[in-house]
């Protein structure tokens, strides 16, 4: 298992992209300069009335699938 760390900030605004329905991935880099993109509702239920922000450990196996995504701070 594979796993990456990596810092987000979406706003409220931004993310209401997603209901709008033009918004289906976010591009994000982790701390060790791996770029992933990630499918969107897959953050959902860290939303809260101010967006998205923290940082997160996404794990996922050798084909790139997603297994776990947590949130650390």
Known sequence: ???L???IKI?????LRVYQG???RVKV???????VSL???????FLTHDGIHGSFIM???????LLSLRRLS
Do not use: E, K
């Open 1 to 3: 298992m594979q796993s």
């Open 5 to 7: 760390i990596f810092d």
């Open 11 to 15: 706003s409220a605004h931004d993310y």
């Open 22 to 24: 033009t918004a289906h």
């Open 29 to 35: 880099r982790s701390r060790d300069g791996r770029s």
């Open 39 to 45: 499918p969107v509702r897959h953050l959902q239920p």
């Open 59 to 65: 794990a996922f196996n050798g084909q790139g699938q």
